[in-house]
């Protein structure tokens, strides 16, 4: 396979969250590197993320790994035991059901990227520990399993 043209896979700031959870997201920039190159058991993702957005509600996954590589800029890692700062070279990590609620927030002036690749069941579920949300069976509901309405992709 030749060399991946990240600007020729289609950028996209679409979510699939119910509202009022896509909000902060809406400034997050993503390429599905994976489905773009072939790849069937691998995700991954170029993503970039404006001053304040966010890479994601704070959320983990029953039966997917995710690895994260930051590429430029700088953003805050929130997780269960505090906050990190990442930067260029960084790399962090979170095996599949391991119980730390993560994501990344732009805190800075300047737009920042990275790369996350994930492998595993990714519509195994996901908990998201500050919301009533999990994401279950192909849907988000709420804790006590009523779905959320869908959101419609554009």
């Not at 500050?130 to 509901?141: I, K, P, Q, S």
Request: glycine share 12%.
């Amino acid at each position: 396979m030749p060399k991946i043209d990240f600007e020729t896979i289609a950028r996209s700031n679409a979510t699939g969250y119910p509202e009022p959870f896509g909000e902060p997201v809406a400034r997050r920039w993503y390429r599905r590197v994976g489905p773009a190159t072939g790849l069937t058991a691998l995700g991954a993702s170029h993503l970039t993320l404006e001053p304040g957005a966010w890479s994601s509600q704070r959320h983990w996954h029953v039966a997917e790994d995710e690895l994260l590589v930051m590429l430029s800029g700088e953003a805050v890692l929130i997780e269960e035991e505090g906050e990190t700062v990442l930067r260029a070279g960084d790399f962090v990590a979170w095996p599949m059901g391991v119980r730390n609620g993560h994501h990344l927030v732009n805190r800075g002036e300047t737009e920042c990227t990275f790369i996350c690749v994930s492998a595993g069941d990714g519509d195994a579920g996901a908990d998201y520990p500050d919301l009533d949300m999990v994401f279950a069976d192909g849907a988000y509901r709420h804790r006590d399993g009523t779905p959320y309405p869908p959101r419609p992709l554009p």
